[in-house]
T-cell receptor
Framework: NAGVTQTPKFQVLKTGQSMTLQCAQD?????MYWYRQDPGMGLRLIYY???????DKGEVPNGYNVSRLNKREFSLRLESAAPSQTSVYFC???????????FGAGSRLTVL | GQQVMQIPQYQHVQEGEDFTTYCNSS?????IQWYKQRPGGHPVFLIQ?????EVKKQKRLTFQFGEAKKNSSLHITATQTTDVGTYFC???????FGTGTRLQVFP
C-alpha cells in the first residue's frame, strides 16, 4: 500500500518553463490537496479538490493550475515558472469529513 | 481572517527536558489535528482532537484541546533526540495549518 505518491521528487526549471507535478493516492480518498512549503515556513494550501470533478483555490493559487484527473490522481501545473515558485510541494489526501491528511514525500522544485 | 498561530516558533532543549507547543485560533475550531515533520521529511499525522477539554496521550506526548475549542497544546515529557522536527497543528475544516514549532534537542 503506497499511500500518496508524488513525481518527480526533484526538478530544476528555468524561468518561463512549464511543468506538471503528478500525485496519485491508492487509499480511495475523496479529497486531495496541494501545498507548498518554503524554507523554514509552514504549509500553504495552493489548491484542493474536495471530491472527483471539483477543484477550489486555496491560499496561494496564483501561477498554478490543477486537474483532478480521476479519484486517484490530482496534478499541479506551473504554466510559466518563476523563481518565487522555488519550494517543496506536498500532495495530500483525506477521506471526506475525516480531516486527517496523508502526505506524499514531496517534490523539491528549483526555478532558476 | 482565519488564523492559526503556533508558539513558540523555535525551541531548543537539552535531552531530557520537557517541551510544549501551543496552537491558538482566532475562531472556534470543530476539531484539530497534530502532525510531525522530521527534517527533510513530510508531515505525518499524530493525533486528532474533537471534544472540548479533550486530553489524549501517546507515550511521552500529551495533547490537549481547550475548553473553548480555540486552542490546543502538545507537551512532550523528557525529550529525546528522536523528537527533533517541526510540529504543526491543523484545522482541516478551514484548510489552515499552523505556522509550526521547530524543536531541536541537544544530547
Amino acid at each position: 500500500n503506497a499511500g500518496v505518491t508524488q513525481t518527480p521528487k526533484f526538478q530544476v526549471l528555468k524561468t518561463g518553463q512549464s511543468m506538471t507535478l503528478q500525485c496519485a493516492q491508492d487509499m480511495n480518498h475523496n479529497s486531495m490537496y496541494w501545498y507548498r512549503q518554503d524554507p523554514g515556513m509552514g504549509l500553504r494550501l495552493i489548491y484542493y479538490s474536495a471530491s472527483e470533478g471539483t477543484t477550489d483555490k486555496g491560499e496561494v493559487p496564483n501561477g498554478y493550475n490543477v486537474s483532478r484527473l480521476n479519484k486517484r490522481e490530482f496534478s499541479l501545473r506551473l504554466e510559466s515558472a518563476a523563481p518565487s515558485q522555488t519550494s517543496v510541494y506536498f500532495c495530500a489526501s483525506s477521506d471526506w469529513g475525516a480531516n486527517v491528511l496523508t502526505f506524499g514525500a514531496g517534490s523539491r522544485l528549483t526555478v532558476l | 481572517g482565519q488564523q492559526v498561530m503556533q508558539i513558540p516558533q523555535y525551541q531548543h532543549v537539552q535531552e531530557g527536558e520537557d517541551f510544549t507547543t501551543y496552537c491558538n485560533s482566532s475562531t472556534t475550531l470543530s476539531n484539530i489535528q497534530w502532525y510531525k515533520q522530521r527534517p527533510g521529511g513530510h508531515p505525518v499525522f499524530l493525533i486528532q482532537l474533537v471534544k472540548s477539554g479533550e486530553v489524549k496521550k501517546q507515550k511521552r506526548l500529551t495533547f490537549q484541546f481547550g475548553e473553548a475549542k480555540k486552542n490546543s497544546s502538545l507537551h512532550i515529557t523528557a525529550t529525546q533526540t528522536t523528537d527533533v522536527g517541526t510540529y504543526f497543528c491543523d484545522n482541516t475544516d478551514k484548510l489552515i495549518f499552523g505556522t509550526g514549532t521547530r524543536l531541536q534537542v541537544f544530547p
